[in-house]
């Protein structure tokens, strides 16, 4: 059974960093390409960064140069450190597999708020 635990996020000032973490459990996890999502009320779940197993990463437009995904096959966790954050930021972030849809099984998620 998969379990899923996203943490990290909080509170920070525009221009800010914070690194997310998420511990996937009861799947081989070294064998998966993982991906970070977010999602703001009223849009969307948007794939924002993903690495495959052999750790080629690819970002959204809109993190690029700012975000990057790395992964840490020995403790089953993938990781997404955010600098030069923007108040377009803010939302819930989620770490799935990148071709998770929405009805499949996701963790709590963890907030990420930027203010101005």
């Known amino acids: 059974q998969v379990q899923v635990v996203e943490s990290g996020g909080g509170l920070v000032q525009a221009g800010g960093s914070l690194r997310l973490s998420c511990v996937r459990t009861?799947?081989?996890?070294?064998?998966?390409?993982m991906g970070w999502y977010r999602q703001v009320p009223g849009k969307p779940r948007e794939l924002v960064a993903s690495?495959?197993?052999?750790?080629?990463?690819n970002y959204a437009d809109s993190v690029e140069g700012r975000f990057t995904i790395s992964r840490e096959n020995a403790k089953n966790t993938v990781y997404l450190q955010m600098n030069s954050l923007k108040p377009e930021d803010t939302a819930v972030y989620y770490c799935?597999?990148?071709?998770?849809?929405?009805?499949?099984?996701w963790g709590q998620g963890t907030q990420v708020t930027v203010s101005s």
């Open positions: 799935n597999v990148p071709w998770a849809v929405i009805t499949d099984y």
């Open positions: 009861g799947s081989i996890f070294s064998t998966k390409a």
């Open positions: 690495i495959t197993a052999g750790g080629s990463t």
